[in-house]
């Protein structure tokens, strides 16, 4: 079965810092694609950034960017001179290309960007 | 385009009542998904559909529980009856057929149900 483990249940950061969420996902499939999701209060589900497995460079979209480490399934995300606008909760989540549709997600981690 | 397109955006009824939620993809997406969002389960996947015909069911909890599409602009999802632990945020979403790029899923804003 594959699982997704986000080990931060809630993390706060001070305006224009750095905060990095941690995530780690089981699966003995060699070929997937990983994702950070973001839902604000309006709770909509917007997607932040995505990685494909099969590339070692890692992510990056404007102030977010991440830490694909393949061997140790770790998938971590940095959000860069945070914002205010940031606050939300951060899933994480993969698909294995085999199992067709099926993303599976993290339990997520709540961010408050504090001024 | 518009997205993904939910309604109702909040729904409170009685438990025992039937519940239809109703979902609109982005043209010319082949995909479509139901989830459910608790504080409990988090995200579960409900069902998927591609090309209007159900894959996989597996996610659905109970018979009480059906999903239909009967076109590639509209599905449904129903509850019948009711029950209180039925209360959560579904969300439906939808993808093109991914090829050879990332199979993205674009999120419908949710519909909140209140099952009193």
């Known amino acids: 079965a594959q699982t997704v483990t986000q080990s931060q249940p809630e993390m706060s950061v001070q305006e224009a810092e750095t905060v990095t969420l941690s995530c780690t996902y089981d699966?003995?499939?060699?070929?997937?694609?990983l994702f950070w999701y973001k839902q604000p209060p309006s709770r909509q589900m917007i997607l932040v950034i995505r990685q494909e497995a099969y590339k070692q460079q890692n992510a990056t979209e404007n102030r977010f960017s991440v830490n694909f480490q393949k061997a140790a399934k770790s998938f971590s995300l940095k959000i860069s001179d945070s914002q205010l606008g940031d606050t939300a909760m951060y899933f994480c989540?993969?698909?294995?290309?085999?199992?067709?549709?099926?993303?599976?997600f993290g339990g997520g981690t709540r961010v408050l960007v504090k001024p | 385009d518009a997205g993904v397109i939910q309604s109702p955006r909040h729904e409170v009824t009685e438990m025992g009542q039937e519940v239809t939620l109703r979902c609109k993809p982005i043209?010319?997406?082949?995909?479509l998904f139901w989830y459910r969002q608790t504080m409990m389960r988090g995200l579960e996947l409900l069902i998927y559909?591609?090309?209007?015909?159900?894959?996989?069911d597996s996610g659905m909890p109970e018979d009480r529980f059906s999903a239909k599409m009967p076109n590639a602009s509209f599905s449904t999802l129903k509850i019948q009856p009711s029950e209180p632990r039925d209360s959560a945020v579904y969300f439906c979403?939808?993808?093109?057929?991914?090829?050879?790029?990332?199979?993205?899923?674009?999120f419908g804003p949710g519909t909140r149900l209140t099952v009193l």
């Open positions: 043209s010319g997406h082949d995909y």
């Open positions: 979403a939808s993808r093109p057929l991914a090829g050879t790029s990332v199979p993205e899923q674009f």
């Open positions: 559909f591609n090309n209007n015909v159900p894959i996989d």
């Open positions: 989540a993969f698909v294995v290309k085999a199992a067709g549709n099926k993303l599976t």
């Open positions: 699966t003995s499939e060699n070929n997937y694609y």
